[in-house]
């Protein structure tokens, strides 16, 4: 389960905060802007303290259920995109073929990354679209999970079935299978 200090079983409110949303629903900005056109760039976004019904007000009267409903419905649809780092170990052991590719930073790259990971720049996106295997299982992480979510959506929505992102990102991994890897926190800014 996407984890988050909001937690997923408690119900979304009208006064719920945009920033409440967002961790405990990370794709939450990807599904109000794919139905509702929301959040996506300047001229529809929002504040991390306006809240849901807020938001929808100024949205022409959106319905909060069904705004809530069409959250938690994409929420579920992403939790098909997870795979735990457990998971890539034991299918790994396996001999089962894993991509991983890191989306962070190249300083967070060369600091600490998982082995045989392939960092990802615009030329791999390329390459990846126009050459890999849309069966093939390819896993994207970064920090904590979050935009990973985002880039494995992508994948999957261009073709790739078997696209996934690393519940809980790299730190996850240092946590529960490599407690000699590294581990940092992003600065908030």
């Known amino acids: 389960m996407l984890k988050s200090r909001v937690t997923v079983t408690e119900s979304l409110a009208p006064q719920t905060t945009m920033a409440e949303v967002l961790a405990a629903y990370p794709g939450a900005r990807r599904a109000l802007f794919r139905k509702y056109h929301l959040g996506g760039c300047a001229s529809c976004g929002f504040q991390p303290t ?31 995109l997870e795979i735990t780092p457990r998971e890539v170990v ?51 992480y970064d920090h904590n999970g979050t935009a990973s979510l985002d880039a494995a959506a992508y994948f999957a929505g261009h073709g790739f ?25 992003l600065e908030e800014g």
């Not at 849901?52 to 994409?74: F, M, P, T, W, Y």
């Not at 079935?161 to 926190?185: H, S």
């Open 50 to 80: 306006e809240t849901l019904g807020q938001l929808c007000d100024r949205n022409g009267g959106l319905k909060v259920a069904e705004v809530i409903a069409h959250i938690q419905a994409s929420h579920e649809q992403d939790r098909q």
């Open 90 to 140: 034991n299918r790994r052991a396996q001999g089962e073929t894993v991509r991983l590719f890191d989306i962070r930073t190249r300083e967070e790259w060369d600091a600490v990354r998982l082995d045989g990971a392939e960092f990802v720049n615009q030329e791999l996106v390329q390459s990846l679209m126009g050459t890999a295997a849309r069966d093939a299982l390819l896993v994207f």
């Open 161 to 185: 079935t078997k696209a996934k992102f690393l519940r809980g990102g790299i730190d996850a991994w240092a946590q529960e299978e490599d407690a000699k890897m590294p581990r940092y926190r």
